[in-house]
């Protein structure tokens, strides 16, 4: 089984609705290698995270960079990888899924908007999709996200059953309806049918079991986990100031 068909396998084959996939989300080397010490299946690295770890803000990492970050955790792992890599960066489909396969990634989350514009015309990104899955073949798992909830959508709910439709149509393997409300995951299901949908944890939001009984298959985390790391390398710097200047 190649790598993408064992990430595939890892969204079909679970062992009940309240078991989602969780994927951890590695800024670099060291932390992907704990991910997978620790026993996790997959891996999915968010851009977000990556930037912060490279030193530029969220959107800013140019493509160049980010492929290398990536190709950096691929290698340092044995378990399949999926790579956000925002909205493609502007590279033609087949130049895209070149740089993936380069980089040793089997999947890839891309996201229907940006700061600058707000929501790509779905028509639009789907035609993208469509052609990223043309030049992949089913050797590239596509997340397609879906940001009606995060660019002021007046019914993100509606909208987002929408574009996951139309995108899972042009050939998403799954679709992340970002942010989306705990509370319309249901909703989502119920529309969605047996198309998987990823879910962001959040500190604050149900746990895993619930997010996988009312709809999620997967669970990732955006730079949720960078984030913890980084108050704990905080916590340490303080107290080692302390000790130092006691």
Known sequence: ????????ALHRD????????????????????????????????????????LGYAD?????????????????????????????GYGLPPAEFVERVRESGAVGVNLEDSDRRNGLRDPEEFAEYLAAVRAAAGPGLFVNARV??????????????????LRYAEAGADCVYPIAAAPADLPALRTALGDLPV???????????????????????FGEGLLLRAAADVSATARGLFATATA
């Open 14 to 53: 679970r062992p009940a609705a309240d078991a989602p996939l969780v994927l951890p989300g590695p800024w670099d080397a060291m932390s992907a290698r704990a991910f997978e010490e620790a026993g996790f299946p997959a891996l999915a690295t968010p851009s977000a995270a990556i930037a912060a770890s």
């Open 59 to 87: 959107g800013a990492t140019p493509a160049d960079e980010m492929f290398a970050a990536v190709g950096r955790i691929v290698r340092s792992v044995s378990v399949p990888v999926t790579a956000d890599l925002e909205g």
């Open 198 to 220: 990823n879910a962001l944890a959040t500190p604050d939001g149900p746990p895993f079991a619930e997010l996988g009984r009312l709809g999620a298959t997967r669970i990732t």
């Open 147 to 164: 940001d009606t909830y995060i660019r002021a959508s007046p019914d993100p709910l509606a909208e987002a059953v929408t574009r996951s």
């Open 1 to 8: 089984m190649t790598a993408a068909a064992r990430l595939r």
